[in-house]
């Protein structure tokens, strides 16, 4: 078994061939949730599926399970899985790499006629990008109990189009069971959507966990004023508050660690006149760190340096959390399967954190549960120019089909 390889031809013609379905003129791909085009995903998955004797099921919320039977068809399953549904302007291969190579791992063992203990899964998220349906990795977080199915039914599209709806027109049967089946361990596979495995000349990604994120708004609120006649101390202008945070904040992360992020993605003035000191200051700071206690440190940081601005300026807002991910740290028994299969094949390798969220945060609350990085040029994801290398996708195939080997024999 320790020469058996993915076939990498088979599973880039797959990935070409399901990137016909939903293709935009500039070469990314549009297959948003349970949209006709993700159903026609789903369908050519299904018969690549059967092609290759495996059972498919589907739960209540659109979640597909592939499986290839074990020796022992009663244990725990060891599986892998990804999303096939991107975003309006989506790439080739976020999220459908991870499938397409779990697919492909069941090929090879068809191939070379090979049998594992434990059955052998390939899991398809429902609605991972949360675009369409605004709520990100929903059918994981439905299948490890973090999300009731109702709030996820509920959900609606722009046009006022509901999950429910759409499932039962897709003939998924809302009253299918839900409940999680057990499963041993559990891998996915995926682009890096950032730049470092490619700046770093390295073919894998060992992934140790995701980063702890949060986004915070922050709301001061001033005096308007005409911008000529109102002398400078007698101002009540919010925007000295930005003025104070920025760079403070950008030296508070600067002292945390090249793996601190902050974000200052949205800063909004009202009235937002040119001649008018505003009335009211609203912006946002996204703020990430894998370590525990520096990600605190920087909440902190943010917080203290907004209300001492606040008093300094004698003005009044505050600073909130609306949204917050607690970071992951993967199974160490999984994270040692894709780092003795990364080092067996012979792969330069990297151990990192997942600066974005995957549905393998959800898996990893309730299955033993690690990551495989390969690299995307450029780093560039969610974008129609979302491109990899053939030679670094079956690496990362044959990494994750190794890494599953030793779980389902083991
Ligand atoms: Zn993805």
Same mark, same amino acid.
């Given at each position: 078994m320790k020469t058996l390889r993915v076939n990498g031809d088979r599973l880039w013609s797959r990935l070409m061939q399901m990137a016909e #379905?939903? =293709?935009? =003129?500039?070469?990314?791909? /549009?297959?948003? +949730?349970? $949209?006709d085009e993700d159903l026609a995903g789903r369908r050519l998955l299904s018969r690549w599926a059967e092609g290759a004797g495996c059972r498919t099921r589907v739960d209540a919320v659109g979640n597909i399970f592939i499986r290839r039977a074990g020796t022992d068809d009663t244990l725990p399953a060891v599986m892998t899985g990804s999303h096939l549904d991107t975003q309006p302007t989506g790439g080739k291969f976020d999220g459908v790499y991870g499938v397409l190579a779990g697919l492909e791992v069941i090929e090879s063992l068809n191939d070379h006629r090979l049998t594992t203990v434990h059955p052998i899964e390939v899991s398809v998220w429902c609605n991972e990008e949360g675009s369409r349906f605004p709520m990100a990795m929903m059918g994981s977080a439905v299948w490890c109990g973090r999300l009731p199915l109702e709030t996820a039914y509920a959900l609606t599209d722009r046009a006022g189009v509901s999950v429910r709806q759409e499932l039962t027109r897709a003939g998924i +049967? $809302?009253? =299918?069971a839900l409940s999680r089946h057990a499963v041993k361990a559990s891998f996915e596979v995926h #682009? *890096?959507?950032?730049p470092v495995l490619e700046q770093k000349s390295k073919t894998i990604g060992v992934v140790t966990g995701v980063q702890h994120m949060s986004r915070h708004e922050v709301m001061v609120e001033g005096q308007e004023a005409? +911008?000529?006649? $109102? !002398?400078m101390d007698m101002r009540r202008d919010p925007i000295r508050v930005l003025a104070d945070v920025l760079p403070a904040l950008y030296a508070a992360a600067a002292q945390r660690g090249r793996d601190a992020r902050i974000t200052f993605g949205f800063i909004e003035t009202l009235?937002?006149? !040119? /001649?008018t000191v505003p009335g009211r200051l609203r912006f946002t700071v996204d703020i990430r760190h894998p370590d525990t206690q520096q990600y605190q440190a920087l909440r902190e940081d943010l917080n203290g340096l907004v209300r001492a601005a606040l008093k300094r300026h004698t003005l009044e807002g505050q600073s909130r959390c609306v949204w917050e991910a607690p970071g992951v740290s993967f199974d160490p028994d999984c994270v040692a399967a894709v780092r003795s299969a990364t080092a067996a094949l012979g792969f330069n390798s990297l151990e990192m954190v997942s600066g974005a969220g995957h549905d393998s945060c959800n898996v990893s609350a309730v299955v033993p549960t690690a990551m495989v990085f390969v690299p995307c040029a450029g780093g560039l994801?969610? /974008? *129609? +120019?979302e491109s990899a290398l053939p030679s670094d996708l079956a690496a990362g195939a044959n990494v994750l089909l190794h890494a599953m080997l030793s779980m389902a024999n083991g």
């Amino acid at each position: 078994m320790k020469t058996l390889r993915v076939n990498g031809d088979r599973l880039w013609s797959r990935l070409m061939q399901m990137a016909e #379905i939903g =293709a935009t =003129a500039r070469g990314g791909c /549009n297959r948003q +949730a349970l $949209t006709d085009e993700d159903l026609a995903g789903r369908r050519l998955l299904s018969r690549w599926a059967e092609g290759a004797g495996c059972r498919t099921r589907v739960d209540a919320v659109g979640n597909i399970f592939i499986r290839r039977a074990g020796t022992d068809d009663t244990l725990p399953a060891v599986m892998t899985g990804s999303h096939l549904d991107t975003q309006p302007t989506g790439g080739k291969f976020d999220g459908v790499y991870g499938v397409l190579a779990g697919l492909e791992v069941i090929e090879s063992l068809n191939d070379h006629r090979l049998t594992t203990v434990h059955p052998i899964e390939v899991s398809v998220w429902c609605n991972e990008e949360g675009s369409r349906f605004p709520m990100a990795m929903m059918g994981s977080a439905v299948w490890c109990g973090r999300l009731p199915l109702e709030t996820a039914y509920a959900l609606t599209d722009r046009a006022g189009v509901s999950v429910r709806q759409e499932l039962t027109r897709a003939g998924i +049967a $809302t009253d =299918a069971a839900l409940s999680r089946h057990a499963v041993k361990a559990s891998f996915e596979v995926h #682009i *890096e959507q950032g730049p470092v495995l490619e700046q770093k000349s390295k073919t894998i990604g060992v992934v140790t966990g995701v980063q702890h994120m949060s986004r915070h708004e922050v709301m001061v609120e001033g005096q308007e004023a005409h +911008a000529g006649p $109102t !002398p400078m101390d007698m101002r009540r202008d919010p925007i000295r508050v930005l003025a104070d945070v920025l760079p403070a904040l950008y030296a508070a992360a600067a002292q945390r660690g090249r793996d601190a992020r902050i974000t200052f993605g949205f800063i909004e003035t009202l009235p937002g006149s !040119p /001649n008018t000191v505003p009335g009211r200051l609203r912006f946002t700071v996204d703020i990430r760190h894998p370590d525990t206690q520096q990600y605190q440190a920087l909440r902190e940081d943010l917080n203290g340096l907004v209300r001492a601005a606040l008093k300094r300026h004698t003005l009044e807002g505050q600073s909130r959390c609306v949204w917050e991910a607690p970071g992951v740290s993967f199974d160490p028994d999984c994270v040692a399967a894709v780092r003795s299969a990364t080092a067996a094949l012979g792969f330069n390798s990297l151990e990192m954190v997942s600066g974005a969220g995957h549905d393998s945060c959800n898996v990893s609350a309730v299955v033993p549960t690690a990551m495989v990085f390969v690299p995307c040029a450029g780093g560039l994801s969610h /974008n *129609e +120019a979302e491109s990899a290398l053939p030679s670094d996708l079956a690496a990362g195939a044959n990494v994750l089909l190794h890494a599953m080997l030793s779980m389902a024999n083991g």
